[in-house]
Structures are given as structure tokens and as C-alpha cells.
């Protein structure tokens, strides 16, 4: 399976734009790419998907490098209801079978 | 419309003993998925089940089982405890063939001494 490297934590303060890195050099053809987020005490949440173009949602956007082997997660202005810690996860099935990484813990300032 | 719940919330088992959990998934969908989270880790893909048919399955032994229901509610059976099951054990469902967006219950909390 491919992987994803994600940094283990970040920082933003409350009302600023967060971009959280995932770098996938071993993406294959047919590899979506998906994120969540899991809020303190619950389960994941589902955030964005993405193949090959740029996406926009209510929660977020999710920016696709051209070659495919990473992609940003940005979420515009940050409230303190974002910290959580957001997985970065490929599936080659459109999120089918999901295999989850270690993350990234986003912890945001007043 | 309701979102998706399990039960129990928490549950403690003795180290051989067998186990169920039981997801009710939300309202309209059709697929449902279970995944283990050990402390401080990401959730891992146990099974899914579509149309009451295991339709997929991740690196866990055969003592990890399932059911599906014709209401599409569905549980988890583990056989034999072992104190590496303690873990918290999230369902989720979707609705296929759109299962890139998964809903996820609040998880039942296993504890095996």
C-alpha cells in the first residue's frame, strides 16, 4: 500500500489560514486522496477527497501538486473547533478500505 | 437523520473471553466498516460488509468476525481475548457506491485484562 508522511504536529492561531502537508511519492495511477479529522473523544470525520484536480468543500480545500506525490490540506480560517489531529490517507478504491497513519495534531490558538 | 451509534460505550473482558459490539448505521446507507484504534495511534481497517457479504478485509485474524443485518445494523465478534485487543473500535458506515465518505460512530472503548 502506498504511504503518507505527515508532519506529527502543528500550530495555528484562531482565525488564520492552515496549510497541513502530505507528501505520497509512491502514489499509484489510481489512488484517491482522502482526509480526516478526528475531533478529541470521537470518532474521525470525513473533511475532503480528491484524484488529480484541486477540490472544495464547506469545510476545506484540498490543493493536488500536479505529479500527484503530495497534497495540502487548507482550511481557511481556523476556529479553535479545528484542532484535531487530520490523517492524510490514500485508497485506491475511493475510500473503500481506509488505512490510517499516525496523522497530524493541529492545535489552534486563541 | 440519525448518525451512527454503537454499544456499548465502554466494556472490560477477561483475557479469552469472547466479545460483541453492535453499530447501527445511519439512516439510508448500506455499507458498514469496522477499524481498531489503539491509544495514541490511527484507526486500522478490520472489515466491511455490504448487501450482509464481507466485502473487504484488513491484516486481522480470523478471530475478528462480523454480521450484517437486513436493517443493515451490524456487529463485531472477537473470539479469544487478548490484552493487545484493548483498543477503542470505531464503525462506520456509508452509503455505495459513494463509501469515499464514511460516517463514524463515537466507538466502543474494549479493555482486556
Known amino acids: 500500500d502506498a504511504k503518507t508522511t505527515q508532519p506529527n504536529s502543528m500550530e495555528s492561531n484562531e482565525e488564520e489560514p492552515v496549510h497541513l502537508p502530505c507528501n505520497h511519492s509512491t502514489i499509484s495511477g489510481t489512488d484517491y486522496i482522502h482526509w480526516y479529522r478526528q475531533l478529541p473523544s470521537q470518532g474521525p470525520e470525513y473533511v475532503i477527497h480528491g484524484l488529480t484536480s484541486n477540490v472544495n468543500n464547506r469545510m476545506a480545500s484540498l490543493a493536488i501538486a500536479e505529479d500527484r506525490k503530495s497534497s495540502t490540506l487548507i482550511l481557511h480560517r481556523a476556529t479553535l473547533r479545528d484542532a484535531a489531529v487530520y490523517y492524510c490517507?490514500?485508497?485506491?478504491?475511493?475510500?473503500?478500505?481506509?488505512?490510517f497513519g499516525g496523522g497530524t495534531r493541529l492545535m489552534v490558538k486563541p | 437523520e440519525t448518525g451512527v451509534t454503537q454499544s456499548p460505550t465502554h466494556l472490560i473482558k477477561t483475557r479469552g473471553q469472547q466479545v460483541t459490539l453492535r453499530c447501527s448505521s445511519q439512516s439510508g446507507h448500506n455499507t458498514v466498516s469496522w477499524y481498531q484504534q489503539a491509544l495514541g495511534q490511527g484507526p486500522q481497517f478490520i472489515f466491511q460488509y455490504y448487501r450482509e457479504e464481507e466485502n473487504g478485509r484488513g491484516n486481522f485474524p480470523p478471530r475478528f468476525s462480523g454480521l450484517q443485518f437486513p436493517n443493515y445494523s451490524s456487529e463485531l465478534n472477537v473470539n479469544a481475548l487478548e490484552l493487545d485487543d484493548s483498543a477503542l473500535y470505531l464503525c462506520?458506515?456509508?452509503?455505495?457506491?459513494?463509501?469515499?465518505?464514511?460516517?463514524f460512530g463515537p466507538g466502543t472503548r474494549l479493555t482486556v485484562t
Open positions: 462506520a458506515s456509508s452509503s455505495w457506491p459513494k463509501t469515499y465518505e464514511q460516517y
Open positions: 490517507i490514500l485508497s485506491p478504491n475511493a475510500g473503500n478500505m481506509l488505512t
